[in-house]
């Protein structure tokens, strides 16, 4: 019941494209649900995060979309970019500020 | 503001021998956590630290590694002996009050022979 299920594993995307990554939750004590964009060899750091009294947030390029019913969210990035290629971890945190689950990532490559 | 920062970057050892890692969080944050971060997986939270005192450490092999906070500043986590399974990268990450948002460093990448 503690699982982020995440969708797909791996992703090429055309540069200019849309890339949409999908993550699925059971816990209803989730409250706070972000994702992070992980480079080779760097810490993840944190692109958008949503909590569930909205459907909708978009920051510039990036939306995350959240379905309470279904227990579901996607993160869309629109135009997507050669330098957007990354491995994007989808999170759900069931305590204010309390430890993150993650789920398993998702490898983006963006080609040219 | 200077970010996370961790040491060593890398550190190679051979089984059963001792290793640790030393986190700095960023100024002012008072809640650390530790993260492991296997190959191709998303990182899973080892201990939390509400200033010196560990809130969270259910999740830590006591066994075989342990980790404190003095001063409710710096931390270090320690395993001891180290198993071929201990090979991951180590996150360490702070957090201010009661925000959400957790700020990760670079990780210590961890290979054990």
């Known amino acids: 019941q503690q699982q982020v299920k995440q969708s797909p594993q791996s992703l090429i995307v055309q540069k200019g494209g849309i890339s949409i990554i999908n993550c699925a939750y059971e816990n209803t004590a989730f409250d706070y649900f972000p994702w992070y964009q992980q480079f080779p060899g760097k810490g993840p750091a944190l692109l958008i995060a949503?909590?569930?009294?909205?459907s909708e947030k978009k920051e510039g390029r990036f939306t995350i979309s959240f379905n309470k019913s279904a227990k579901q969210f996607s993160l869309h990035i629109m135009d997507s970019q050669p330098g957007d290629s990354a491995t994007y971890f989808c999170a759900a945190s069931p305590d204010q500020g309390g430890k993150l689950i993650f789920g398993q990532g998702t490898e983006l490559s963006v080609k040219p | 503001e200077a970010g996370v920062v961790q040491s060593p970057r890398y550190k190679i050892i051979e089984k059963k021998q001792p290793v640790a890692f030393w986190c700095n969080p960023i100024s002012g944050h008072n809640t650390l956590y530790w993260y492991l971060q296997n190959l191709g997986q998303g990182p899973e939270l080892l201990i939390r630290y509400e200033n010196e005192e560990a809130v969270d450490d259910s999740q830590l092999p006591k066994d075989r590694f342990s980790a404190e906070r003095l001063k409710g500043v710096d931390s270090t986590l320690k395993i001891q002996p180290a198993e071929l399974g201990d090979s991951a990268v180590y996150l360490c990450a702070s957090r201010q009050g009661a925000g959400n948002e957790q700020f990760f460093g670079p990780g210590t990448r961890l290979t054990v022979l």
């Open positions: 949503i909590r569930p009294d909205v």
